[in-house]
């Protein structure tokens, strides 16, 4: 069964060059996946000749329109209704598409996102969830940035949305939640984060609530669930994966710095390859916007193709296993006799 997906072709540091070698790289793996390329056609149409294959996959929608970087979310909401990223949304909210992926601006794809596709019953606001390797496997975070102020109501929806994300997308049967803070202690923290604590913990949600975790539990897979605000998040995120590459440097200089150390290489080059394969951001690219009437994900803006096209593989798998309407089903059966936003707003 094909199906297809909108994709913001003008999104991202080296869109979109990365775009188009991220598409034809998604299409050797998928080849039942059609494309809907929103850009500048004087653009994508030179790069997509050099890859014929992709013409009978792609189709090019033209805009010159594109939301940049320090575009802000209001400016794109009031003047951005002709950029690459709106109308790539916007396909999916006309069912032209069943999905969408950006690598463009966070926090103008959250916005135009929520107001096009609006969002789940319930729900506040989105919360962009991804992975995160641990010692144990995989735990998923949110938010990663689409939020930076966030309320308990939020705190609270995140670690619902994002205890359904793990059963459904890792298949953990009790996934553990645990929320970020400056310490475990139950007094540590703002208010926001104690005062959703306590609604977790209290609140009659049938959710396996931890407690509070610090930045090393990440790492260590303490929980299968990490939920913070996406100021907060972002940071963590953006902070592993710059520790992440500082690593590989250091190890390049050190198994370049003599002849021994290049002997030492060549013997250690299976297990340094299981190691960067574990550890490659790549890999865990594409993040998806949970609490929206839709697919959307959310691509790092500084990939390059093979992250894209992993990011691109996420839309397919979210669309495939009907990702929305399981988690709509698991949404209901998760809410308590009372709401968890009165009850957090009582304490």
């Not at 994508?44 to 013409?55: A, F, H, N, S, V």
Request: net charge neutral; proline share 4%.
């Amino acid at each position: 069964m094909r199906l297809t997906i909108s994709l913001d072709a003008m999104g991202g540091d080296q869109a979109p060059d990365m775009v188009v070698h991220g598409v034809k790289i998604a299409h050797t793996r998928m080849p039942h996946v059609d494309f809907l390329l929103y850009g500048d056609q004087a653009k994508l149409d030179p790069l997509l000749d050099q890859m014929p294959e992709l013409r009978t996959v792609c189709q090019v929608r033209h805009t010159e329109q594109a939301v940049r970087g320090d575009d802000k979310p209001s400016q794109v909401l009031r003047n951005g209704r002709k950029s690459s990223m709106w109308l790539a949304v916007d396909a999916v909210a006309r069912g032209e598409a069943a999905g969408v992926v950006s690598a463009g601006n966070t926090g103008a794809l959250m916005a135009v996102s929520k107001f096009v596709l609006r969002m789940l019953p319930g729900i506040d606001r989105p919360a962009i969830a991804g992975f995160f390797p641990t010692e144990r496997g995989e735990t998923v975070m949110l938010d990663l940035g689409a939020n930076v102020d966030c309320g308990a109501n939020n705190l609270i929806e995140f670690a619902v949305m994002g205890e359904v994300f793990a059963r459904m997308v890792l298949g953990i049967e009790e996934p553990t939640v645990g929320l970020l803070n400056v310490g475990s202690e139950e007094l540590k923290g703002n208010d926001a984060v104690r005062t959703a604590a306590s609604a977790l913990r209290d609140g009659g949600l049938p959710i396996k609530f931890y407690g509070f975790v610090e930045g090393n539990d990440i790492a260590a897979g303490t929980v299968d669930v990490v939920v913070s605000d996406g100021f907060t998040g972002n940071i963590a995120l953006k902070s592993a994966e710059g520790v992440a590459k500082m690593y590989s440097h250091f190890l390049r200089d050190a198994f370049s710095s003599s002849l021994l150390a290049r002997l030492g290489y060549l013997l250690a080059k299976s297990a340094l390859v299981k190691v960067k394969l574990r550890t490659d951001p790549r890999r865990y690219n594409g993040a998806m916007l949970l609490g929206l009437n839709g697919i959307t994900v959310k691509s790092h803006g500084g990939t390059d193709p093979v992250g894209f096209a992993n990011a691109v593989g996420v839309a397919v798998e979210l669309v495939t296993h009907g990702f929305n309407d399981r988690i709509k089903r698991e949404l209901e059966r998760l809410k308590p006799p009372d709401d968890p936003r009165t009850q957090a707003a009582a304490i």
